[in-house]
């Protein structure tokens, strides 16, 4: 079955990095766009990024400034978020999703468990 | 990029319907056919229900559906069951950038 399994969380710094991995099983992951999208602790949902099935195209909200940057190796079947800069306010449970269909960017169909950042001093 | 906009709660009694708003600009929701819903039962990872405003992905009930009209889509759900008390998120592309995903900020659905 299709499966996502986020890892890379934990506790750090502000100012440091990190980065999150997010394997992937039981579907052909190269055909598919991948989003992260991450929630704070008692917030709502909040859309991070998305990365096209290839890898060329890569948009990211606004409000990451260049901090927060998807990557993806089809090889691996393993989508990336790399964190730089990490502030307080990127505390959050991140989820790595699925497109819903090969062809859909804007559709979340699947979703992991979610990995934990906390950025404390 | 701004949030659409949700009311932050709703409620009603088993076997009634419960219609919950989300409301864009012409830029986003009202240009294009992007919304979809998403429901988060609590502790739980979110969950797609409706997709390309009024499409059910496999496994959905038809107790939930979608509809929009100009700038507000909407979702309903009838037939009240208590498993559907959870939060519930719309979302569509942003009205900067049609790549980029936005979501509302959450209905906390309640049932009575």
């Known amino acids: 079955q299709v499966q996502l399994v986020e890892s890379g969380g934990g506790v750090v710094q502000p100012g440091t990095s990190l980065r999150l991995s997010c394997a992937a099983s039981?579907?052909?992951?190269?055909?598919?766009?991948m989003h992260w999208v991450r929630q704070a602790p008692g917030k709502g949902l909040e859309w991070v990024a998305v990365?096209?099935?290839?890898?060329?195209?890569?948009y990211h909200t606004d409000s990451v400034n260049g901090r927060l940057t998807i990557s993806r190796d089809n090889s691996k079947n393993t989508l990336y978020l790399e964190m730089n800069s990490l502030r307080g306010d990127d505390t959050a449970v991140y989820y790595c999703?699925?497109?819903?269909?090969?062809?859909?960017?804007?559709?979340?169909?699947?979703w992991g468990q979610g990995t934990l950042v906390a950025v404390s001093s | 990029q701004s949030a659409l906009t949700q009311p932050p709660s709703a409620s009603g009694s088993p076997g009634q319907s419960v219609t919950i708003s989300c409301t864009g600009t012409?830029?986003?929701?009202?240009?294009?056919?992007?919304v979809s819903w998403y429901q988060q039962l609590p502790g739980k990872v979110p969950k797609l229900m409706i997709y390309?405003?009024?499409k059910r992905p496999s496994g959905v009930p038809d107790r939930f559906s979608g509809s929009k009209s100009g700038n507000t889509a909407y979702l309903t759900v009838s037939g009240l069951q208590a498993e559907d008390e959870a939060e519930y998120y719309c979302?569509?592309?942003?009205?900067?950038?049609?790549?980029?995903?936005?979501f509302g900020g959450g209905t906390k659905l309640t049932v009575l």
């Open positions: 999703a699925r497109g819903l269909f090969p062809s859909s960017w804007h559709y979340l169909g699947t």
């Open positions: 039981g579907f052909t992951f190269s055909n598919f766009a």
């Open positions: 990365i096209s099935y290839d890898g060329v195209n890569k």
């Open positions: 012409s830029n986003d929701v009202g240009l294009y056919s992007y």
């Open positions: 390309e405003v009024n």
């Open positions: 979302t569509s592309n942003a009205a900067s950038n049609n790549f980029h995903v936005v």
